[in-house]
């Protein structure tokens, strides 16, 4: 901040700015001068970053599909905080390296990263937990099944706020493959040179695991966590795949939402493992993309909100929560299904839509949060948790080195 109010230095005078140890919420809200009303606002998301006349920056690390690109300058209109988005490039590895050993727990303010990586971060003193009575949006309209994924606490303090949760499988071209409903078709020779993966074990492994369990392949039909693999199931799953790229079965391996859109729109791909994001880009280039229902299931993850360290000395420490509560309040949620398809685990949404049918339409929004919903619940097979840091992660990226030099 440029300047100080003369209310924030008549609180610090008498020692009530250190909020929120010294005072209610409630009281700091009247003694800053704003009514119920505005109180009520807040909850929303609605009000200001107190006593700021030039926007606060808030510098924001995630994948790019978790941007809403230059619709943030709502975020700017309702509580003056400018947003500096940076492209993580959804590798979360290379993520916590930068966080433990280099410099971006200090560079950076807010986290989006895929759940898992909040025990390794919290343990390395990188991340802090967040400050839940400051996220009023935090309430009975987040769905709570979503509350309960393990990986979100540490010591019961949670350290992960899930921003989007959405269910992987297929994406194909249904010119060129009319049905796909088993990831078999990832792996039959037929479409030799047709298909492709993510290089990345996080997802590619545990796709491969759910085929080989939910067909018993290779005997691994008793298999528990295609999401957390033993070492011997570790072994079994990498040779199947290594096995597979030494015949040709791959196209490639697609690294970034932008190559993965480009091999499906190019048509070089017509059946791929991937994100929804892509199927809605490539329907939007005039391809006839689908998103598949397999019967092996999906790959559940959430993208988590992560604190990061630095934000106390910054003094940005208050602003980081009110960012996070307003992306829970329900715009958000709207423009990033309209955008990615991805959905913000709360009703608010819809309240939200119903409130605003100039700029959503409510029953998309319905159909959108439906459709995610019942990935997890109504569908055939079970949902497996990506889980990016399973208990024998370094032989994953062992392995992993193994595929791409084979």
């Known amino acids: 901040m440029s300047k100080e109010n003369a209310k924030v230095k008549e609180l610090k005078e008498k020692g009530l700015w250190d909020y929120p140890s010294n005072i209610s919420r409630r009281r700091f809200l009247k003694l800053m001068g704003y009514s119920g009303l505005a109180a009520g606002s807040m909850a929303l998301g609605g009000s200001r970053v107190f006593g700021a006349t030039n926007p606060v920056e808030i510098r924001y690390w995630a994948s790019a599909t978790q941007s809403i690109e230059e619709h943030y300058k709502r975020l700017e209109e309702d509580l003056n905080i400018k947003m500096l988005f940076a492209d993580n490039g959804n590798a979360t590895g290379p993520v916590i390296s930068k966080m433990i050993a280099g410099d971006a727990a200090n560079v950076y303010d807010v986290l989006g990263l895929q759940g898992g990586a909040e025990k390794e971060l919290a343990q390395a003193e990188t991340i802090l937990p967040w400050d839940m009575s400051l996220i009023p949006n935090w309430d009975d309209d987040i769905w709570e099944w979503v509350r ?7 010591n019961g303090s ?6 989007t949760i959405n269910a992987d499988s297929m994406i194909y071209n249904a ?3 009319p049905v796909v409903d088993t990831y078999a ?19 590619s492994v545990i796709f491969t695991a759910m085929y080989l369990k939910e067909n018993n392949i290779q005997g691994l039909g008793e298999m528990k966590n295609p999401g957390d693999l033993e070492v011997d199931e570790l072994e079994a799953v990498m040779e199947f795949l290594i096995g597979k790229k030494k015949e040709g079965q791959f ?5 970034g939402w932008e190559q993965g859109v480009s091999l499906i729109t190019s048509e070089e791909v017509w059946v791929m493992m991937g994100w929804e994001p892509i199927v809605l880009a490539a329907q939007r280039a005039g391809i006839n993309a689908k998103y598949a229902v ?10 988590d909100f992560l604190l990061a360290r630095g934000v106390q000395k910054k003094g940005l420490f208050e602003a980081a929560h009110q960012f996070v509560n307003w992306e829970l309040a329900g715009y958000l949620g709207c423009k990033i299904l309209e955008m990615r398809g991805y959905v913000v685990p709360t009703e608010k949404n819809i309240t939200y839509a119903e409130a605003h049918p100039d700029e959503f339409d409510p029953e998309v929004v319905k159909a959108g949060m439906e459709n995610v919903r019942d990935k997890f619940m109504m569908k055939k097979g079970s949902t497996y948790w990506q889980n990016v840091r399973p208990k024998n992660f370094k032989l994953y990226e062992e392995w992993w080195e193994k595929l791409r030099r084979a």
Request: proline fraction near 8%; hydrophobic fraction near 30%.
């Open 148 to 154: 309960d994924i393990p990986y979100h606490s540490v």
């Open 158 to 163: 949670r350290y992960g706020i899930p921003k």
């Open 175 to 177: 010119d060129k493959v």
């Open 185 to 203: 078709y990832v792996f039959d020779p037929a479409l030799k040179g047709k298909t492709s993966m993510e290089d990345w074990w996080t997802n």
């Open 251 to 255: 196209r490639t391996f697609w690294s």
């Open 294 to 303: 397999p019967f092996e299931g999906y790959e559940g993850w959430s993208n």
